[in-house]
């Protein structure tokens, strides 16, 4: 079995029952998700994609928000990909929301969508679940387009929080298979300029998540 085969198994195995709550019970400490949202800011016209989209509630939130642009969502959990299309069906969005099964450190975007390039990306709360997370930031990086941003929200180092918080959340997320990525920005920054990019970053709630953004420029 390939490492991705390996790890949408773990997945799907993880949230084959969870995908029926999962919204229901994230949104009490997934922060941050909106207001990437609303810092997406499309072009007209344009294409987005979130990486390790789950089940749509990201996708259908900026599909609302950003009404002319046009969305994409790719995760590697099929399970998760099942409540996500049923979702985006109920909200009517189906001819503006498409979702695909993909691994997040090697995809192509032609194949799955029959496009080239992305204006913006998003990964909300799906770095700190994937094994080879540097990789899924490149490989995000890549496929932006000319203009276009990576904007990424997960779990910070608790930085301003009392050391039992730090300790009892990180506990409680490993035994789902989060581990929040102590090296996350400075990851981000080398991928900022591998592409000769440009990194800004944002502590929310004192450490609790970290708000990044890489906006590419044409060389």
């Known amino acids: ?15 084959r029952g969870q995908r029926h709550i ?6 009490y ?5 909106d207001r990437l949202i609303d810092e997406l800011m499309p072009p007209a016209g344009g294409h987005v994609l979130e990486v390790g989209c789950g089940t749509g509630r990201n996708l259908i939130a900026a599909a609302r928000c950003w009404p002319g642009a046009h969305f994409h969502g790719i995760d590697i ?7 996500a299309r049923a979702a985006i ?14 691994d997040a450190t090697c995809f192509d975007p032609h194949g799955l969508f029959r496009i080239d390039r992305f204006d913006r990306i998003f ?10 997370w540097q990789d899924a930031i490149r490989e995000a990086v890549r496929h932006l387009s000319a203009y276009g941003s990576l904007h990424i929200v997960d779990f910070g180092q608790q930085e301003e929080m009392p050391g039992w918080f730090r300790a009892a959340l990180f506990g409680w997320l490993a035994r789902f ?9 400075e990851a981000a920054r080398e991928a900022a300029n591998d592409i000769g990019g440009r990194l800004s970053v944002t502590r929310l709630h004192r450490g609790y998540a970290w708000s990044l953004r890489i906006d590419r420029h044409p060389r």
């Open 177 to 185: 298979h989060v581990a929040p990525r102590a090296l996350l920005v």
């Open 22 to 27: 999962y919204d229901l019970t994230r949104k």
């Open 29 to 33: 400490y997934l922060l941050g998700r």
């Open 89 to 102: 069906a109920r909200a009517g969005l189906g001819r503006r929301v498409s979702v695909a099964q993909a």
């Open 1 to 15: 079995m390939m490492a991705g085969e390996g790890h949408a198994a773990l997945m799907d195995g993880v949230y």
């Open 123 to 132: 990964q909300s709360y799906t770095l700190s679940m994937i094994p080879e």
């Open 77 to 83: 959990s099929e399970e998760m990909l099942k409540t």
